[in-house]
Nanobody, 117 residues
């Protein structure tokens, strides 16, 4: 199991930007597909983006497409989620997760993102 650590969350006004980071200390993230998820109070967990291991293909949910960008920096062993034009409804705890197969089996502890009006 890979230990993942998220960072970069915080409080931002609507329309602003944040960049989340997902790192691993003992494993190379480029061996895994990495996904970003979020969960708001009272709502189900939502996968907002992922980046594949081999071809670097990226996927986005409809709710964030065009505003969020996922990327990986293998030299820094980090996957980023650049979030622009943040909306109130983006408020949630954001998690990164890793998988080699079809299921995500390693998760970080999460970082809080709060968007204010």
């Amino acid at each position: 199991e890979v230990q993942l650590v998220e960072s970069g969350g915080g409080l931002v006004q609507a329309g602003g930007s944040l960049r989340l980071s997902c790192t691993a200390s003992e494993f190379s993230l480029d061996d895994y597909a990495i996904g970003w998820f979020r969960q708001a109070p009272g709502k189900e967990r939502e996968e907002v983006s992922c980046i594949n291991r081999n071809d670097g293909e990226t996927l986005y949910s409809d709710s964030v497409r065009g505003r969020f960008t996922i990327s990986r920096d293998d030299a820094r062993n980090t996957v980023y989620l650049q979030m622009n034009v943040l909306k109130l409804e983006d408020t949630a705890v954001y998690y990164c997760a890793a998988r080699r197969g079809s299921d995500y089996d390693s998760w970080g502890q999460g970082t809080q993102v709060t968007v204010s009006s």
